[in-house]
Each structure stands twice: as C-alpha cells, then as structure tokens.
C-alpha cells in the first residue's frame, strides 16, 4: 500500500456511539471505582525516524519534527505515535513552504504502512523493536518572487521602505521564502522609523502563489504615518533615584529632536552611563500628543546600592599587586557615586620596604549645578618605591568633563601634589599645582575589550612647584585604532601610538614624578617598568623630558572564550623635548586571552629584542582587559 501525500482525507476509526457509550460508562462510575488506583502508562514505543529528503530540508525536518524532537522526553502508545506522525505532516508542508517549495508534497510510513492503516494500532502495540518511521519530502521545482508591490504615501518614506525591502531579499527572482517576507516587513518599518514616521506599521499585505507561474506575487500597502519629534521624556521604576535628574538626563539626548530609534537608542545609554541601573528600557508611546510629539518612557530597575571587588596583577620583575574597592553607587540619591580603593604592589621585593601602597576616595557627580557636566573629585595618598624615584605624597583633583557629542568631550580641573621625592631613599620636599585641560575621542565598541574604532585624547598640563619656582608644561597626545579584519569580531588589529613633551623646564627641572617613562605592561612589553631611557650611573632610570611609543597587536579568537595575541611594541624616552630622540628599545611576544563578562583576563609573554644593561630576559604580565 502506498503511502497518501500530505494533505490527506481525514477518516473516522471510532465510531459515534461508541463515544457516547465511553461517555456514560464514565459518568456511572462508582464511588469504589473512583478510589482505585490509575493503572500505570503503559510503556512507550520505540522508534526511529528518517527522513527521505534532499539534505538540507533533511536537516530542516528534524528540527520541525516533533517525532524527532519528543522522541525521548516523550514516549507514546501506538495510538500517540500515530498521532505525533500525523501532526507533523501540516508541520512539514509549512516547512517547504518556508523554504520556497509552495507545490511540494509530504508523506509518512510508519512500519512501512501509512498512518492511515486500520492495522497499524495493533501492529505497533507488541512491538519491541524501534518502528521505522520514514518522512518522504518532495520538494518539487522552488518558487520565486514575482511581482512585488509597495504602495503607500509619502513617496519619499515607501521609497526608503522599497529599498529596504529590496536588500532583506524580496526581489523578483529570488526564492520566495517566507522568511524573506518576514523580514522585508521587519526592514521596512525600520527604515519609516528610521526616516521619522514612529508610527508606520503595514496596512495591509496580500500574497499570490500562482503554480501555474511558479511565483509568488506579494503586495504591501504600508501606513507610514506622521512624522514626529520627541516630547519631554518621563522615567519609571527608580526608587531611589532622583525623578528629576533622570528625566534632565533622558531629556538632553531627545527632547524635541526629530524622532529616530537611534536618538531613543542615546536617551537609554545616557541612562544607562548614570550607573544605578541593573535595565533601561525604552518605551515609545502609541499615539502622538496633540501638538505631534511622541511620548517616551523609559523604565528602569535599580542596581544594589554598594558593590565590592577587587584586582590581581603580576609582573615577573616585581611580582605581585593586589587591589580592593569599596563603592556607593547612589550616595545622596542623585546618582552620586563613591568609590573607596586601596592597592599594593611590588609585593615580589624582597624587603617589605619597597612595596608601593596607594589608596584614593573618589567622589563622581553626573551634574554640575543641573548643568551637563560630570564631575570627579579625587584624594589619596601613595607610598612609592620604584625603580625611577621614591615618593610619599597625598593627592587631590577635580577634573570636569563636558561631553559635546557621544563620543568627543572637554576636561578641565585643578590638580595639587605634596610630600617627599627623591632617589636612593634621599628625598626632598615638593609641592605642585597644576590645572588640566584635555579633549578626548572614543568611538570603541567597548571599554575594554575594543573590537573597532577609535580612541584619541590630547592633555596639556601647566604646572608651578611651590618650592623651587619651577613652571612647566607637561603635554601628552595618545591614540589607537582596532580594525576588525576578519568582519567577525575574531581577527583584530589593534594600533597605538603615544606622544609626549614638556616645555618651559630641562629634564633635570622637572618634578621626578611627572617626568615621562616608558616600560611595562601598559607601554613596551618586555622591558622592566620605566626601564626604558636615560639612566644614571646606578643603572636607574632617570626619565625624560619627552617620549614616543608605537605599538601593534593582532588579537585572535581561537575557540568559545579563549584568544591569543602577538604584538610588538617600541618606545623611546628623550633627554629634551623633541619625542623620538632617543635610543628607541622594541619588544615582541604572545599572549593568551580569556574572555569574560567583566572584559578578558590577559596573560602576556614579552620579549626585549635590543635589551639594554640589567634589563630581564623576558616579562610575564597578568591583568584584566586588553592592554590598550
């Protein structure tokens, strides 16, 4: 008997009195037969299926096929087998459908029967062996796109939805796959959003398939609806948080700009950037006010209020450092956050002397005076043994920052440097004030773990020793580009550059601490940090009054979290002002990634080419994020 193509008549096997007689043989049961005890599920069939198709709707059938897919979560008697066989036919059709195969035809055997056998229960109730089940899969010739309709006004905004249309694949000529349709509609209103219609949806959609043409004929009427601009945006969901700041801060990014999901999109970043909130979601409304603006909520949900953490690094030349943070991310209600940190490093030194101890209280305010303007306070104290100097000082700065668009903004604040520097555990009383002025540039996709853009900054730093008089300025350029080559995220070139000079002082004027280095984990891997540059007759680095570094990085991924790097990086710190005039010192090496929803833990090996007098073999460093 041969097998009946999907769709099939449906036949009767019960017949209608016997449904009335299980009926009332239900309702008369007595009380005793109630209490019994259900008998158990009498155990399921095996089977196995297949499928005779060509290989790629082969694939798409098993994963449509609920035979396939309850097989073993849910066993079944003979009479749900042939039910979960019989359900998936219409399931199969759509499945050609989908793909394009509009004429094709589906059919099933089960035990070489078809599911329609009045045999076939009794057959399959003994067996102990799996069933065979075979799905017969006929495609048939693929069906294409004919004509296309997009009506609708203005013509401007259903000429940006034809294109759309165009490049999600409805084009006459291509397979007509459902999923092609899908997606033009989904392409479509993104591109009338896009173009300032917050309201557009799709009126009416009308879909032909001529066999005779093997073609599918679709025609969409599209409702763009008004243009609009932004009302003053509302937020909801804060507890804690002041109503008025986040509305202020929503409200800068769109209030009364022209509506685009990529203006609602910066409205929730801003939000997001306060850094109280676990989510932001934006919620457009449904209706235009009166006077054609376009409601917008956003609603939130808190983070915890306090947060602790910590950091591990290591260099091979000074072993060990370890940090630890305490933070308030909403102190007085206003966003206003308080971080507490405290770190010790070089804790490979032999002599507990030589530890380097820092601890910083820093105060950030998203406002200045309700104005859009971010300001950070920041006091600390540090207890420095290094290679370059010795240093006890405390430490404060108020730095405010403008942004002027999302990705360029303007620094300026004072800063204040007192206590003992010097050499040789020689140190000397200094005071220094200094006032920064800087723009910087970032459009990275991440902080740290940047796949592309590019990130530039320029500071210039006047300062005035107390003590000796001294005024000079300290300017340092920086800058790097990530290339994503392989158009996937997982072959990266990553580029960086550093210049620095200092006017109005000779090297020797200069305050020791604010002379410039270079080496180390976040410079020229391979070199001792400072290492790099002019020394004295002790072999200790004696800094300069310039510097030039360059480096490149191809970043790899390898397989699931985990990425290898080989880079090479050059430095060289001049006597005078003039950057690149001194010995230049490159390093190369490998490196492993780890990726993590914190940013990469980074373990690199690097390599001093053209090492100078003390300087190590190779450095080992570990750290958190990418090294630039």
Known sequence: MMPEPYPAVARSTIARGALAALALLLACRTPAAQEQAAPPDPPGIPYEADFAAPEDLAALARGVAQTVTLRDRAPTDAFGLIGRVRADLPRLQEALRAEGYWGGSVAA???????????????????????????????????????????????QAVAAARAAATEAGAIEGEPARTA????????????????GHPLAAIDDRQVLVDHDRRAMDVAWRLAPGP????????????????????????ARRIEGRDYSPETLERGRRALAALGVFDSVRAEPGTA???????PVNYAVSERPLRAIGGNVSYETNFGLGLGAYWEHRNLFGGAERLRLEAEAARLGESNAENFTYRAFATLTLPEIWRQEARLTARVGAVRERLEAYDRDAVLASALAERALTERLALQAGPLYEAGRIGRYGNLDDFALVGFVGGVRWDSTTSLLDPTSGQRASLTVTPFYELNEGTVFTRILATGSAYFDVTGDARGVLALRTAIGATLGATRDEITLDRRFYSGGGGSVRGYTFQSIGPRDSGNKPLGGASVLEVGAEWRQRISGPWGMVAFVDAGTVG???????????????????????????????????????????YALYVGIGQAF
């Open 227 to 250: 243009t609009a601009t932004f009302d003053r945006p509302s937020v909801s969901g804060q507890v804690r948080t002041n109503a008025g700041l986040m509305e202020r801060t929503a």
């Open 575 to 617: 006597e005078d002002s003039v950057p690149g005039t001194g010995d230049i010192r490159v390093g190369v090496g490998l490196g492993l990634r780890y990726l993590t929803a914190i940013g990469p833990i980074r373990v690199d090996v690097g390599v001093p080419l053209n090492a100078d007098r003390g300087d190590a073999a």
């Open 109 to 155: 055997t089960i035990a070489g029967r078809p599911p329609e056998d009045p045999a076939l229960p009794a057959l399959l109730q003994g067996a102990t062996d799996p069933v065979p089940i075979t799905f017969t899969l006929t495609p048939g010739e693929r069906y294409a796109f004919g004509r296309i309709g997009i009506a609708g006004s203005p013509a």
């Open 288 to 294: 235009l006010t009166p006077d054609g603006h376009l």
């Open 180 to 195: 092609a349709v899908i997606g033009a509609e989904d392409a479509m209103l993104a591109a009338l959003r896009r173009a």
